[in-house]
């Protein structure tokens, strides 16, 4: 499964970003997908999952009320719409994939396949 993830840039606090990722090399009905994101010396962390066909959704609490992930099994595209952006949630982000079934969403061990990241900045 090759991930392709873009949507990122630079905001005010408050602000809104939406970011998407496209999954080529499997069907995207049968993948969970994520995001995750790293900040400069932190580790990586979850910051949301969805099942395969949608149907359930996990968030950092963290971002709960603020973040929406959303999965289009037709268009083949995951989103993150970031809304109330905060200066901590500058980081970079990563989109991710898994055929498993049954996961801990918050471990990255967790997720066998990754985008390339694209970077948030959320200036205060």
């Known amino acids: 499964v090759q991930l392709q993830a873009s949507g990122g840039g630079l905001v005010q606090a408050g602000g809104s970003l939406r970011l998407s990722c496209t999954a080529s090399g499997r069907a995207f009905s049968t993948i969970t997908m994520g995001w995750f994101r790293q900040a400069p010396g932190k580790e990586r962390e979850f910051v949301s999952g969805?099942?395969?066909?949608?149907?359930?959704?996990g968030y950092l609490d963290s971002v709960k009320g603020r973040f929406t992930i959303t999965k289009d099994n037709v268009r083949n595209i995951l989103y993150l719409q970031m809304n109330s952006l905060k200066p901590e949630d500058t980081a970079i982000y990563y989109c991710?994939?898994?055929?498993?079934?049954?996961?801990?969403?918050?471990?990255?061990?967790?997720?066998?396949?990754w985008g390339q990241g694209t970077q948030v900045t959320v200036s205060s």
């Open positions: 969805i099942s395969r066909r949608g149907g359930s959704a």
């Open positions: 991710a994939a898994t055929s498993r079934l049954y996961i801990d969403w918050y471990q990255t061990t967790s997720w066998d396949y």
